[in-house]
């Protein structure tokens, strides 16, 4: 018998997107242990992410008590609207999800964690959600080429004083390890950073790195 209970519902945006989002809840057996809720945001939807490449990491947090949401953005998976190549139009989305957890979970505190390209777009949304009160990246794309997409994201995760986490493997192919200790040499607020050896950029999208990405959101939650 699992540990946690999913429920599916539609949150409409600003501009009038309905995205499909899961919430997951630990069964009323388990100890809850606080308001805090995780609102996860997929990869790339244009290079086919989705939600589903979070549900482990959701299961995971549910299963230690925690309520975590996912969703798909704008034109992933059972979404309506059309994906945007820069990611600009999906920051309403992630808005759209934590407003929608303020009004329906009674929760004021919100973890955002961001894998891939969802990092850059939870990273725009930090400091336009004051409920937010921390930010977690799962292999932030950084790197030059990537910059070209999301390059104009940089700056308000990087200026946001709420406290950041950013997780990456070492052979991530769209971020250097150098690349990435130069960015957050010019954050601001507390910056944590944990590199993965010898992972690359979709491995750490991939089931097999669900739990300890788990592993290590739970102390940051608790640092919060």
């Not at 409920?131 to 080429?145: A, D, K, L, Q």
């Not at 994201?153 to 070492?170: D, I, Q, W």
């Not at 957050?184 to 944990?194: F, I, M, P, Q």
Request: hydrophobic share 40%; charged share 20%.
């Amino acid at each position: 018998m699992s540990n946690y209970t999913v429920e599916s519902t539609k949150v409409e945006t600003i501009d009038g997107a309905k995205l499909h989002t899961r919430l997951f809840k630990p069964t009323e057996e388990l100890d809850v242990k606080d308001n805090l809720v995780i609102v996860l945001v997929h990869p790339f939807s244009i290079l086919g992410g989705c939600q589903g490449l979070l549900k482990g990491i959701a299961v995971g947090l549910a299963e230690k008590g925690y309520k975590a949401v996912t969703f798909d953005m704008r034109g992933a998976g059972k979404s309506t609207g059309r994906a945007s190549l820069s990611g600009f139009a999906e920051i309403k989305d992630v808005i759209a999800v934590c407003k929608w957890v303020c009004e329906n979970l009674s929760s004021d505190r919100i973890l955002l964690v961001g894998s891939s390209a969802g990092a850059p777009i939870a990273g725009s949304a930090v400091d336009e959600i004051k409920e937010v009160v921390g930010y977690v990246s799962i292999g932030y794309p950084f790197g030059m080429f990537a910059s070209i997409l999301f390059g104009r994201h940089h700056k308000a995760v990087l200026n946001s004083p709420k406290p950041k986490l950013f997780v990456m493997g070492t052979r991530d192919g769209f971020t250097s390890v150098k690349q990435l200790q130069h960015k957050l040499s010019s954050a601001v607020g507390r910056v944590e950073k944990h590199l993965i050896e010898r992972a690359s950029h979709f491995q750490m999208e991939g089931p097999e790195f669900d739990n300890q990405m788990v592993d290590l959101i739970l102390p940051f939650i608790s640092s919060l």
